[in-house]
Nanobody
Framework: QVQLVESGGGLVQAGGSLRLSCAAS????????MGWFRQAPGKEREFVAT????????VYADSVKGRFTISRDNAKNMVYLQMNSLKPEDTAVYYC????????????????WGQGTQVTVSS
């Protein structure tokens, strides 16, 4: 089992950058694929990016491809989401999640979730 805590959210102007972090507890962190999801008010939770157990493979939603980068440090039990060229439509609560494999992009495929961190992008 793994517990997840996100941090790094905040208010930023359009075109700016933020780096989200997710700290994981437990000795089995490297056995989980990790993902970032987001949920805007009134909308369903949506996939943003995933990364494989080793960090060697990643998948991105089309809406963030080329702007966001997911990475992980298994020695530190951390996963990150570097967000550049932010747009107002990126405004949402961002969640990190642990799951079976990185090629799963549906939220229900992920068993472990953090509490979320708010990202607000002003125009």
């Amino acid at each position: 089992q793994v517990q997840l805590v996100e941090s790094g959210g905040g208010l930023v102007q359009a075109g700016g950058s933020l780096r989200l972090s997710c700290a994981a507890s437990g000795r089995t962190f490297s056995s989980y694929a990790m993902g970032w999801f987001r949920q805007a008010p009134g909308k369903e939770r949506e996939f943003v990016a995933t990364i494989s157990r080793s960090g060697g493979s990643t998948v991105y939603a089309d809406s963030v491809k080329g702007r966001f980068t997911i990475s992980r440090d298994n020695a530190k039990n951390m996963v990150y989401l570097q967000m550049n060229s932010l747009k107002p439509e990126d405004t949402a609560v961002y969640y990190c999640a642990g799951g079976r494999d990185y090629y799963y992009t549906a939220p229900h495929e992920y068993n472990y979730w953090g509490q979320g961190t708010q990202v607000t992008v002003s125009s």
